[in-house]
C-alpha cells in the first residue's frame, strides 16, 4: 500500500548548517501530491510546502523541496538552518483513494533541533 | 479572527469518565479531521469527514466517537477515559479531500486524563 518514510526521527545539527530532511514514498498513483508540513511546539501544525510537479523545485520561507518520482523521494532543505527552524517536520502523501477522495498518509515525523 | 475553533483549551479529566472536543471551522471547508499527538509521539491520524460523512477512521477503539451536527462542526466525544488518551487533539479542515488540498489545523485542545 501507499507509504512515507522519513527514515530520521532526530536530526540535530549546529545553526548556519545546511538542513536536509529525508522523505520517501510509495504509491502506484502518478499524479500524487506531496507535501511539507511543520509542527512549531505548542503551535498548531501548518503546511510549510507541496508539490506533484516532477523535478520542480518548491520553495517557501526559505525552505525548498523538489519531486522526483523517479526516486520517489521529496527532500526538505535549507541552505542555513536557524534557531528558530527547530521543530517537527512531516511529509505527507496525498493520492486518489476513493473516487475522487484523497487521503493523506502521514510520515512519522523528523524532529529538528538547531543548536546554537 | 480565529479561523478553526477548538474548546476546550486544557481540559482534566478522570479515569472513566467521559468528554467532547469542540471543534468548529469558519473557513468554509467541506472535509474536518481529527489528529492526536501524545507526548513525544508523531501526530496521529483519527477520523476523516466530508459533508457530515465519515469516510476514514483510523481509530481502533469506539471509545472515540466524532459528531458532526452542523457542516462546519465536527465534534469528538470520548468515553471511558484512561490515562493513555493524554494528548493534544488537533481538528483540522481542508476545503475538499481532493488530491491537492491543504489542510489546516486548530490550536488543539490538551486532554489529561488522571
Known amino acids: 500500500g501507499d507509504s512515507v518514510t522519513q527514515k530520521e526521527g532526530l536530526v540535530t545539527l549546529t545553526e548556519g548548517l545546511p538542513v536536509m530532511l529525508n522523505c520517501t514514498y510509495q504509491t502506484i498513483y502518478s499524479n500524487a501530491f506531496l507535501f511539507w508540513y511543520v509542527h512549531y511546539l505548542n503551535e498548531s501544525p501548518r503546511l510549510l510546502l507541496k508539490?506533484?510537479?516532477d523535478n520542480k523545485r518548491t520553495e517557501h520561507q526559505g525552505f525548498h523541496a523538489t519531486l522526483h518520482k523517479s526516486s520517489s523521494s521529496f527532500h526538505l532543505q535549507k541552505s542555513s538552518a536557524q534557531l528558530s527552524d527547530s521543530a517537527l517536520y512531516y511529509c505527507?502523501?496525498?493520492?486518489?483513494?476513493?473516487?475522487?477522495?484523497?487521503?493523506?498518509?502521514w510520515g512519522l515525523g523528523t524532529s529538528l533541533v538547531v543548536n546554537p | 479572527d480565529p479561523k478553526i475553533i477548538q474548546k476546550p483549551k486544557y481540559l482534566v479529566a478522570v479515569t472513566g469518565s467521559e468528554k467532547i472536543l469542540i471543534c468548529e471551522q469558519y473557513l468554509g471547508h467541506n472535509a474536518m479531521y481529527w489528529y492526536r499527538q501524545s507526548a513525544k509521539k508523531p501526530l496521529e491520524f483519527m477520523f476523516s469527514y466530508s459533508y457530515q460523512k465519515l469516510m476514514d477512521n483510523q481509530t481502533a477503539s469506539s471509545r472515540f466517537q466524532p459528531q458532526s451536527s452542523k457542516k462546519n462542526h465536527l465534534d469528538l466525544q470520548i468515553t471511558a477515559l484512561k490515562p493513555d488518551d493524554s494528548a493534544t487533539y488537533f481538528c483540522?479542515?481542508?476545503?475538499?479531500?481532493?488530491?491537492?488540498?491543504?489542510?489546516?489545523f486548530g490550536p488543539g485542545t490538551r486532554l489529561l486524563v488522571l
Open positions: 483540522a479542515s481542508s476545503q475538499e479531500r481532493g488530491i491537492q488540498d491543504t489542510q489546516y
Open positions: 505527507a502523501l496525498s493520492d486518489l483513494w476513493v473516487g475522487d477522495n484523497s487521503k493523506l498518509i
Open positions: 508539490s506533484s510537479t
